[in-house]
């Protein structure tokens, strides 16, 4: 069973959807039950994935591998480490919640729907547990297919638009990334005699510095692209507002960190050199702060109560990849918890843009207004939610928030005084959301009589709330699963990090005194 753990997790939503294909489209209910089971199920295989994890292990556990084509050096090759443990289990928790949050949202063509969110489901954890490139790509392109239909069929007025512009930006940047794994490809070839797409195989690479540096650049626009970082955000805001809530969620939850996690697993490993060019390193930092201060703001400016949702997801998110690129634990392991955190609570945000939207069937902020006389527990789940979002100590925004800050400060002290203004101007646009929309008197008396959550809306956020609750109190175990691979990667990119403590200069950036090994080409200096 253990020998196989990682397929099955894989394959369940898969198989779920096979047999959905063979149920009468006109039962309805049916279907509906159908999907939901085959979600849960996906859960519950995945949990002995936590309750068998080794802390201790730094590599990756749960490895099936064997030839897929052979011709071709490509392997079914898959396997976990603590990063993308946290991110299957956060894929496979958001996939339930989706999924059940849609039973009276969606009413036509609803076979289909629940086809694109099972075969969704698939990809995106293929896309974290895959060690070869090949698999990678594969599952990292059907992911794009079920999104497009969600947001072009079940989407708002502005869908096939939305859905054309995702749908383009995302395959400009996989085509780009194609090149860069060809280019690996080629030069293992080159170097090692064979042709292979396995990670552990391409990691043995030793190229020089500019083609590093391609590759590194290559990568950085497919994945800086599904993250998105300013300024390759464009498109999500109008995705966002025309997908049907269910898929909001998925999309902010899930989907982004795709892109986060192709930076953490594959462009730090695979181009190190490159990775840790300084100028490259303040680049990457700059569009990071950019998109925080910019997402902020241009939240604070919307009157679209969805849109203002999307556009923090710029600034969050922003967050996460200074994490990334301060390259010191603290920022990566900060960084991967605050992609959790980000799933958790922008997960709940769009769920509660979607349970008014139900009701009232507009988004402008305008139109409520003293909502908490009429849907008290509505007001109390929102308010969790917001606070969660906005990093209130002992809920699970805080924890990553304040874990990237320590590290951005360690790398460079004024990336960290630029990033805390977003903490404060995401307060400000979320408390602005909360008071405009719950508090003060009922302005509109078309919300006089609007129903409170229903037992069932409820019950949709309660692993969202619990999940934040165990992440603010008790984050240990959480760190504790991070430790080892995150130690790992760092060593990989800065060798000999550990060996010494980094002593900060007069301006606050960290340098390394000591000289990288010989082929690196420069010294181990991070944002002078």
Same mark, same amino acid.
């Given at each position: 069973?253990?020998?196989?753990? =990682? ?12 047999? %959905? ?6 039962? &309805? ?51 976990? @480490? ?19 949050? #849609? *039973? &009276? ?26 060690? @070869? ?37 995302? =395959? ?45 650049? !290559? ?26 809530? !269910?898929? #909001? ?7 982004? &960190? ?16 490159? #990775? ?8 990457? !930092?700059? =569009? ?15 009157? @679209? *109560? /969805?849109? =203002?949702? !999307?556009?923090?997801? +710029?600034?969050? %998110? ?10 010191? $634990? ?5 960084? +991967? ?18 349970? +008014? ?23 109390? +789940? ?69 129903? @409170? ?9 309660? $692993?969202?709330?619990? *999940? ?15 430790? /080892?691979?995150?130690?790992? %990667? ?39």
């Amino acid at each position: 069973m253990n020998e196989h753990l =990682l397929s099955i997790v894989l394959f369940t939503p898969l198989a779920g959807l096979l047999v %959905l294909l063979f149920l009468p489209a006109s039962n &309805k209910n049916l279907i509906r039950l159908w999907a939901n089971f085959s979600a849960i199920a996906g859960f519950l295989v995945s949990l002995p994935l936590v309750f068998r994890f080794d802390k201790s292990n730094g590599g990756f556990q749960y490895l099936e591998r064997f030839d897929w084509i052979p011709t071709l050096g490509v392997k079914y090759a898959v396997g976990i @480490d603590g990063i993308s443990l946290l991110l299957v289990m956060l894929t496979t928790l958001t996939g339930v919640i989706a999924i059940f949050s #849609s *039973w &009276k949202s969606i009413d036509e063509h609803v076979k289909e729907y629940y086809a694109m969110f099972l075969l969704q489901q698939t990809g995106m954890i293929g896309v974290f547990i895959s060690l @070869d490139f090949f698999l990678f790509y594969v599952f990292w392109e059907v992911v794009l297919v079920p999104m497009y239909f969600i947001i072009g069929v079940w989407g708002g007025p502005r869908k096939l638009y939305a859905a054309i512009k995702f749908f383009l930006y995302t =395959l400009t940047g996989s085509v780009l990334m194609l090149l860069g794994i060809l280019t690996l490809y080629f030069q293992h070839f080159t170097q090692r005699g064979f042709y292979t797409f396995e990670i552990s195989e391409l990691m043995k690479l030793n190229m020089p510095l500019h083609i590093e540096q391609w590759v590194f650049w !290559a990568f950085f626009i497919g994945f800086a692209i599904k993250v998105p970082m300013f300024p390759f955000h464009t498109w999500l805001p109008d995705a966002h507002v025309e997908a049907p809530t !269910a898929g #909001s969620v998925i999309l902010a939850s899930v989907l982004l &960190k795709m892109g986060t996690y192709g930076f953490i697993r594959f462009s730090l490993p695979l181009v190190p050199k490159a #990775s840790i060019e300084p100028w490259i390193v303040q680049v990457l !930092a700059g =569009l990071s702060i950019i998109g925080i201060i910019y997402g902020a703001l241009v939240s604070l400016m919307q009157k @679209d *109560w /969805k849109k =203002l949702v !999307a556009y923090s997801s +710029v600034s969050h %998110l922003g967050f996460c990849t200074l994490g990334i690129f301060s390259l010191n $634990p603290n920022g990566i392991a900060g960084s +991967v918890i605050q992609q959790i955190n980000h799933g958790i609570s922008t997960g709940m945000l769009f769920l509660i843009v979607g349970v +008014v939207y139900e009701r009232r069937h507009t988004r402008e902020i305008k139109e409520y207004g003293g909502l908490a006389h009429v849907m008290p527990l509505y007001s109390i +789940v929102f308010a969790f939610a917001m606070l969660s979002s906005a990093g209130m100590p002992l809920l699970n925004g805080f924890i990553g928030e304040f874990t990237i800050l320590q590290g951005a400060f360690e790398a460079n002290r004024a990336w960290a005084a630029f990033a805390v203004t977003g903490v404060v101007l995401g307060a400000a646009y979320l408390l602005w959301l909360y008071q405009r929309t719950m508090l003060g008197q009922v302005t509109n008396a078309k919300n006089l009589r609007l129903p @409170d959550l229903s037992l069932r809306e409820f019950l949709v956020f309660v $692993p969202f709330i619990a *999940w934040a609750i165990w992440i603010g109190v008790y984050p240990k175990p959480y760190f504790d699963v991070l430790e /080892k691979p995150v130690a790992q %990667l760092v060593e990989r990119v800065r060798p000999g990090y550990f060996d010494r403590k980094p002593l900060a200069d007069a301006r606050g950036s960290v340098t390394a005194t000591e000289p990288r090994p010989s082929g690196s080409g420069h010294s181990t200096e991070v944002a002078r």
